[in-house]
């Protein structure tokens, strides 16, 4: 047997409580098809010394899922919170060794390797239910209608920018304004409910110069292009009487130049009240407004080293007040059903604890998602975010069913692997999408094959998770990577695919019939042929 | 070569901020023996699509410990904190077959999966100050030595207990009082600085009916039998003059049953103001005072299941708030140095996360260490705890010096994947105790053979981490599980073995002439023949 290869990991997506408080969820990873048997012996620990539960068989674990290195095996067990769980993995391989894997590693199996019982098993001392891994139930019910309000609906004129383009140009710079706004998007929620989608998520709305308002200048207010606090809680209230969601992007792990407290570090430098506001080498900064983004001087932290987006000091108290006071502000006067956090990763953890603790005090019920591109494995651990946007399954689904350089079981281990990095509850509520404002729209990386994009949509919708839909998708809007994906709503209707919004509206209605066994049941794979691009 | 043996785990103790800020120690375990090269490409996530650090052999890691099982490889960067490092690992067979490891797992090495940026390395994103893993400078300094006060030294008959056992009668049952407080303790001070002692760690001082005083009654009174809070002032005053520090005992996973809490619950069931404070699942409570511990209809939660020692409802505020304001009222108005947590593994996370942010908020300074026997990753992640009592060393070095079960390559190879277990600066804040107030002393253990029991202290005297050692074993004390491992100190010169105090004073002066070096130094392990018992 592959002995180095059987690994679990306690209090982990290895082992956590998962749906009724009272059940524990265990793992185990052992090398692929190299184990016959995994068996779990599973008991109270301070009772073990006089019930002998570690006596027997132990109860067979399940293998569940496969990849190309890995098999894993599952258990579930029913008990209540409060008790003392020690457990141990009996592990028996092909030529019938059996093992004990417990906290202190691998060991031969024997009776008095079991009946060390302080010793040899792993241990969840005690289930908390503060502790828990959860996010809402809602959220598994939803599906997600991302919209980049500039490009979305102009509802009313007289806030466009002076210089606006015409929305029937489809070739956006990153620089030009088309004059949507919060009252296009209200002007236009019964045609979202009409398809099925209830849950808006709103690329930033903050104070702003860009088009695109990642570089917030004021966070406690709306950008005026966009609307204001009346026209906001206006949307809010139609959006719940739409029985939607709503979510806002804060971007938290920098500023824009124009803020308050950035012009004030450039004016009085380190005397500046902000000067620990920022992340700041040494004084004077060096900033030029005309200068390109990469400068060698450069002597304060930005995000992707840009000179107008300057890092917060997100380890300084009063940034921290500033920014979750923020985000409290709209979940609490305006009933914000969610954040997505852009960035996520760059920030610290504590801040991320802090804004969690915050947040959910206010109301439980807010689900929050971090944009995070690689394995979020420290984020979700129950302190910090419900979910991260599911960028790694958008590239499996790409490369399998758009750009077609990977095979059926390739897609199929990298996903299971995938799985496997979180707990359930975690895949359950995973933000799944194929595109976005950040990437080319699935349309042209398919080259206009409507075929190739309907399939992958379809093996989105039927993940765990909770899908999202970048805007216009339904009808088949194209574009490449930022500024091209960033183009004005189709909403002329000889330039719209009704086709495609036939199939999206289809999808939808039978994602929202079967949410709970999509979302909830176990997965298996059959295998098919590779020409057929779709996995059932 | 074994691929499913290879694992690495972002942020965790294989990747984190070690020493100095800027500082990255990766750690990547293989199979034992299966790998003959690892080498690190590690770089700018930003920059990497134009730099191309990932071009190149990388830089070789270095083989650091190995077990049994496993290959722990390593490496340090030094790299300022705030940068967007994302890191592989090339790992070369001895068939010179090369891949790259990498948060899609393990891929053949070729030029396109190396330049695939985006999704084939494993990232950290940013390092945070606020996150880093640290505990107090002084810890690794420092010798401790635990204090059962009852048992110490009795500095004033007026404060005994109306029955108390005569100081020269070593077979203390259970209940017995001796007589021993807090004015005992400066009474021997200068004793214990001439050993060379500067860290004072007392079992529970606050109010309780029982000698051992784990059932606490009132969190905020010092137990009348060993003082008041001016005597206890005035130790704390003593103990800082000596140039040492003082650790206190914090039973927060449960209550006892003479609290003012509890007597009141019993008192008024349900209506009580603290019914919510415990963790009660119906009324009324089966409670009979002159019951035995177990019943098979308690119907509340308690300590090991006995019936009094109810188990605090920690994720209730008002507990919280109680708790944590007395171990934060300690700490602020008698500066308390360190915290030893009772039980600490059966209390939540937000609990402790909670009780960390509240008394580094006070003193930064201050060392919280965790009783938690089993492997505790868990709790020491920064956020929680510095360090735990590593009982698991104390049962290999028990193993291998005193019952002498083990072999010294079994020693090794347990001990070093026990050290892969905890980031660095955990192991050296690791609390090192061959015997305590919870087990069997280790000269009986021993059967009384001191050279054995100099062995395992030489050996736990040269490992990273903060010794220990338990009042008396410095004069050569016996005693066989509790309540016989609490016998009366012997005073009585006639009594103590004055050659065993010579030995432990000089392995602590060694200790302190080398702490750094043993503390922060690699570790090499020489082969030496099995009979010796000793390890180089
Ligand atoms: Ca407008
Ligand atoms: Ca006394």
Redesign the pocket.
């Known amino acids: 047997m592959n002995t180095a290869a059987v690994y679990h990991r306690t209090d982990s997506e290895y082992a956590f409580l998962y749906g009724d408080r009272d059940h524990l969820r265990l793992r185990l990873r052992t090398a692929a098809g190299d184990v016959k048997k995994v068996s779990l012996l599973y008991g109270n620990f301070v009772e073990g010394s006089y019930t002998h539960w570690y006596d027997g068989d132990g109860s067979a674990m399940q293998k569940y899922l496969s990849s190309d290195y890995f098999d894993y095996w599952t258990a579930t067990i029913e008990e209540p919170i409060g008790h003392l769980p020690a457990y141990g993995f009996l592990v028996e391989d092909f030529s019938d060794n059996q093992y004990l894997y417990g906290d202190r590693g691998l060991v031969i199996d024997s009776p008095s390797a079991r009946s060390d019982v302080a010793t040899n098993y792993f241990r969840l001392p005690y289930m908390h239910e503060i502790d828990r891994v959860m996010s809402p139930e809602w959220v598994k019910k939803t599906i997600w209608y991302q919209i980049f309000p500039d490009r979305f609906s ?7 920018s002076k210089v606006t383009k015409d929305w029937s140009d489809n070739q956006p710079s990153s620089q030009d304004f088309y ?3 919060l ?2 998007i209200i002007n236009h929620l019964d045609d979202l409910a009409d398809l099925g989608i209830n849950g808006i998520y709103l690329t930033p709305i903050f104070k702003s110069p860009s088009n695109h308002k990642y570089n917030t200048s004021d966070y406690l207010e709306i950008d005026p ?1 966009f609307g204001d606090k009346n026209v906001f809680k206006k949307l809010v209230d139609a959006v719940h009487a739409h029985g939607m969601k709503i979510m806002l992007d804060a971007v938290f792990n920098h500023g824009g130049d124009e803020s308050a407290q950035w012009q004030d570090v450039l004016r009085n430098g380190q005397k500046s009240i902000f000067a620990d506001w920022f992340v700041i080498h040494d004084f004077p900064i060096h900033f030029h407004e005309t200068e390109l983004a990469y400068r060698p001087d450069k002597n304060y932290e930005s995000f992707a080293f840009t000179k107008d987006m300057p890092k917060w000091n997100t380890a300084n108290p009063e940034v921290q007040d500033y920014l979750i006071g923020a985000a409290a502000y709209w979940t609490k006067e305006f009933q914000i059903d969610a954040w997505r956090l852009d960035v996520a990763n760059e920030v610290d953890h504590h801040f991320w604890r802090q804004f969690r603790s915050k947040i959910k005090s206010i109301n439980p019920e807010v689900f929050i998602v971090g944009e995070i591109w690689h394995s979020a494995g420290p984020w979700l651990n129950g302190d910090q975010m419900d979910s991260v946007m599911n960028y790694g399954l958008t590239s499996d689904v790409n490369h399998y069913f758009v750009d077609q350089d990977i095979t059926a079981s390739q897609l199929v281990s990298q996903y299971n692997d995938r799985l496997m990095n979180y707990r359930d509850q975690t895949n359950e509520a995973m933000f799944n999408l194929l595109d976005s404002h950040d990437t080319m729209r699935i349309k042209t990386r398919a080259k206009g094959n409507m075929n190739l994009v309907k399939s992958a949509f379809a093996f989105l919708f039927l993940q765990p998770g909770t899908p999202d839909i970048y805007y216009g998708s339904e009808y088949g809007m194209a574009g490449k990577e930022d500024p091209d994906c960033r183009r004005p709503m189709v909403w002329d209707k000889q330039q719209q695919d009704l086709n495609m919004y036939d199939f999206m509206k289809r999808l939808i209605a039978l994602r929202h019939d079967n949410w709970q066994i999509l979302s909830e049941g176990k997965i298996f794979w059959d295998k098919v042929p590779v020409e057929n691009r779709l996995l059932a």
Not at 154 to 160: K, L, P, R
């Open positions: 102009d509802g009313n004129h007289d806030n466009d004059g949507g706004d009252q296009g292009t």
